[in-house]
């Protein structure tokens, strides 16, 4: 709630809690999508840890827009900040 008053986020910034905390972050999704989901064009799901630029939401934007048939797009996965040998391999 401290947030939403920091950023004066009051009606942008939702703090929810599932009814029955199941499935994890299926469960959470599915939870979103039912309660909540028809008031929504779009959805961007992201883990604690994921971050995505503002150029490259605008751009699934823009997919979706243009396909609208699409039912899902998706971005592909890039670790950043990482020494392992997965994240050396997606700098090429």
Known sequence: ????????????IFYRRRRRR?????GNIDDF???????????????????MSGECLSG??????????AGIIQSSPRASGMDTLYARCQQF
């Open 22 to 26: 199941v499935k994890r972050k299926s």
């Open 60 to 69: 699934l934007v823009r997919l979706m827009e243009a396909n609208p048939n």
């Open 33 to 51: 999508c039912r309660r909540w989901g028809s008031q929504y064009s779009y959805m961007v799901v992201l883990d604690a840890d994921s971050v």
């Open 1 to 12: 709630m401290e947030l939403i008053a920091e950023v004066q986020g009051e009606g942008q």
